[in-house]
Nanobody, 121 residues
Framework: QVQLVESGGGLVEAGGSLRLSCAAS????????MGWYRQGQGNQRELVAT???????DYADSVKGRFTISRDNAKNTVSLQMNSLKPEDTAVYYC???????????????WGQGTQVTVPS
């Protein structure tokens, strides 16, 4: 079974920084992509940033220039450096990964348990 374990959330003042990390563990063939989504109170879950095995990156417009996603393929980890945080960044942040369990199967999507990021106004 695949598990995604997140760490690094917390409370930070506006303008501050936080770093989120996520590690994938378990038995699987290959990770296609890893990324971060967030869900603020009363909102739908939205993409923050994703990175694929080749290093291709996609950011939400709202975080471009402030957030940086990085990945360690050897360690099956993904990190999100969040700078210049704003109150509107307040949300539960979820790690997401698309993974091939077997070389001859399709891929499945996995989610972490979520970590709270709070930026008071």
């Amino acid at each position: 079974q695949v598990q995604l374990v997140e760490s690094g959330g917390g409370l930070v003042e506006a303008g501050g920084s936080l770093r989120l990390s996520c590690a994938a563990s378990g038995s699987f063939f290959r990770i296609i992509s890893m990324g971060w989504y967030r869900q603020g109170q009363g909102n739908q879950r939205e993409l923050v940033a994703t990175i694929n095995a080749g290093g291709g990156i996609d950011y939400a417009d709202s975080v471009k220039g402030r957030f940086t996603i990085s990945r360690d393929n050897a360690k099956n980890t993904v990190s999100l450096q969040m700078n210049s945080l704003k109150p509107e960044d307040t949300a539960v942040y979820y790690c997401e990964a698309r993974i091939y369990l077997r070389y001859d199967g399709g891929w499945d999507e996995y989610w972490g348990q979520g970590t709270q990021v709070t930026v008071p106004s």
